[in-house]
């Protein structure tokens, strides 16, 4: 569960620099460029930044009493939104 939040983490500052228009050469996780580059045309940057917040957010949360399953499966619920408002 933690490594998917690991991915989403990293993968969010790349969709962000792709969503102000950054270069394809300035994003980390090249080997998912063309996916990232399609759902990037379809979100815009200040959805984006704040999803990843949620995500740090969340990232902390998981070191306390808070019900992992739960927060975990909003998260992935969250994303799939992300994905599907791209149409």
Not at 21 to 28: D, E, Y
């Amino acid at each position: 569960h933690e490594e998917c939040l690991d991915w989403m983490l990293s993968w969010l500052p790349d969709l962000i620099r792709l969503a102000v228009g950054a270069s394809p050469r300035r994003v980390r996780n090249a080997d998912v460029l063309p996916e990232l580059q399609w759902l990037a045309a379809g979100l815009g940057p200040r959805g984006l930044l704040n999803y990843w917040r949620e995500l740090l957010a969340l990232r902390q949360a998981l070191g306390t009493q808070a019900n992992r399953q739960l927060l975990l499966e909003e998260t992935l619920i969250r994303w799939s939104r992300l994905g599907s408002r791209h149409g």
